[in-house]
Structures are given as structure tokens and as C-alpha cells.
């Protein structure tokens, strides 16, 4: 079953001018059960617009979207568990003041909420934490506690945005120990995160958007399937000719080149030709090809 599914959802601001900005254009995605999904972009991509839109917070211009197959209602709104990239809680709450306050709002049970609350502080690392004031708290702790909100109704969709952010590289390897742990009981997780190497490690598939529109989508392994060698050697522009006719991308940076083949038996002969040629042959270093690198290369 599709948990999301959005059908050329599109979001168009206008300003006093009359200028039209496409924040989301034309986004179809479906994203299963039990998917941790990456959402990557660099900054003012759409992601969040379509978080909000997700959300009911922002209505689509046009396109439309279903949760768990239906339209967005208080009855769908009850699945779901959010975390927004700066979570606010009053100051005056202790951490445990702050989960009681919206348990009430989901209308928990009193012995069922202090239960709850216990488990999820604990999970989030918080627990040692409980009765001390969110003013007092640092971005990092505050993560953590809007993780543990976002997690207090039980939700069958948990949508995160920027859920790493302010944490130490300990606290996100706490974070994607949860997420794996949501996955297991089948939550889907719909993913924001600049993190790349994070959401390389959690997610089943990524999509990758820039200026609204979705330029990528697909598992990890898909999007890194392509082989790459990088080059290390001295040699002049005929070289890098030849070698452009036997791979089918060359990027050069700034002591070495970057090359896509479509297989590593072809190694040897970008070795023949740098040599042959006079060139100084120093290294082929054959590697995969990051979400990073995939990434850079789509946004640049």
C-alpha cells in the first residue's frame, strides 16, 4: 500500500508584483509501507513546501495527494507524528511537562501517558533529563525532545525535517538507530536531511530535488550503480581526448580527473592511452560513486 502519493503536486507563490515562484512543480511520488524515504535538495528545493503541503499548513496549487489512499482529514492527521527542523516547545515546560502537554492533545490515557512518556524520554536519551526546564535546553536536546513529540501518538507515517540537525555525530547514530527500529515495526519515515552520508545509511530510496522539481529518484544502490576511477597522472589535452572516447563522463578537478566507465575491464586501457601518449602515469584508483558525489552533481 502507498502510505504517500502525490499526482504533479504543484505549489506556485506569488508576490505583491505579481512575480510567480514554482516552489513544487509537477512532484509524483509514491512512497510504500514500511519505506524510509530520503527527500534531498539543497536549500529552497521544495522540500519543506511539500512537507507543509503533506501537512495541510499549505494548500497545492494544483496536483493533488492521498495518505494511506485517502484524502487529509483529523482522522489521517491522527497517524501521523512530525518533527519540524526548529522544534518549539515553551521555556517554561520541563521535558516532561512538554510530552504531557501533547499527550493531552492526543487525548492519551492517564496511565497509558506517563508510560509513554517514560519510554519515549528514555529512547530520545532524555531521560535523565525530564525535570529540567526547556530554556535550559541546548538545539541538540530540543531535537531530541521534538523526535520523542513526533513519536508520542504512535504513528503508522513519521515525517522529519532536518531531524539531525544540532547533533553530534553520536546523537545521529542514535537517531538512525530509532529510525531503523520504526522501520522494523513497519513506520514509514518520510525523510528530510542535508546529512547525506546519514540518509545513504537509512534510506531504501531517495529522491533528489532542485527548484521544485524531482530530478532523481531510485534505492541507493541504483543511484550509485555507476563506476567511477579517478585519475592521477601528468598529461596534456590530446590525453584527456583520448580518454574521453573510452568513458562516458570526465570530470576534471583540481590534481586529478574523475571518470564514469561503464565497466572497470575498460582500467586498463585509460592506462595504455595516458602511457602510450607520454603521460606520467601515478594512480587509477577504480571507487563507487557516493550519494554525495550523485547529489552534487544534479544541484551544482
Request: hydrophobic residues 40%.
Amino acid at each position: 500500500m502507498n502510505v504517500i502519493k502525490t499526482t504533479n503536486l504543484t505549489k506556485i507563490y506569488k508576490d505583491w508584483r505579481g512575480n510567480t515562484t514554482r516552489a513544487v512543480d509537477n512532484l509524483s511520488l509514491e512512497i510504500k509501507k514500511g519505506e524510509i524515504f530520503g527527500f534531498l535538495g539543497p536549500n529552497g528545493a521544495g522540500k519543506t513546501t511539500t512537507i507543509k503541503m503533506l501537512l495541510g499548513l499549505v494548500f497545492p496549487t494544483s496536483g493533488d495527494f492521498t495518505l494511506f489512499g485517502e484524502n487529509l482529514s483529523v482522522k489521517i492527521k491522527k497517524k501521523i507524528g512530525y518533527l519540524p527542523e526548529d522544534p518549539a516547545f515553551p521555556s517554561y515546560f520541563t521535558a516532561e511537562e512538554a510530552l504531557s502537554y501533547y499527550a493531552d492533545l492526543y487525548e492519551m490515557k492517564k496511565d497509558e501517558k506517563k508510560e509513554k512518556i517514560n519510554e519515549l524520554l528514555e529512547l530520545v536519551l532524555l531521560d535523565n533529563q525530564k525535570t529540567k526546564k526547556v530554556s535550559q535546553f541546548s538545539k541538540g536536546m530540543k531535537q531530541r525532545l521534538g523526535l520523542a513529540q513526533a513519536l508520542l501518538p504512535n504513528p503508522e507515517l513519521v515525517i522529519l525535517d532536518e531531524p539531525t540537525s544540532g547533533l553530534d555525530p553520536q546523537g545521529r547514530k542514535d537517531v538512525r538507530d530509532i529510525l531503523l527500529n520504526l522501520k522494523s515495526q513497519k513506520v514509514t519515515v518520510f525523510l528530510n536531511s542535508h546529512i547525506l552520508s546519514e540518509v545513504e545509511r537509512t534510506c531504501d530510496r531517495v529522491g533528489i530535488l532542485k527548484d521544485g522539481i524531482l530530478l532523481s529518484l531510485g534505492t541507493i544502490d541504483e543511484l550509485t550503480a555507476k563506476n567511477q576511477v579517478e585519475i592521477h597522472a601528468e598529461m596534456n589535452q590530446r590525453i584527456v581526448n583520448l580518454l574521453k572516447t573510452k568513458v562516458t563522463c570526465i570530470r576534471i578537478r583540481e590534481d586529478h580527473l574523475v571518470v564514469e566507465v561503464d565497466s572497470t575491464e575498460v582500467i586498463p586501457d585509460l592506462a595504455e592511452i595516458i602511457v602510450k601518449e607520454g603521460g606520467r602515469l601515478k594512480a587509477l584508483i577504480p571507487r563507487k560513486q557516493s550519494l554525495e558525489d550523485i547529489f552534487l552533481e544534479m544541484v551544482k
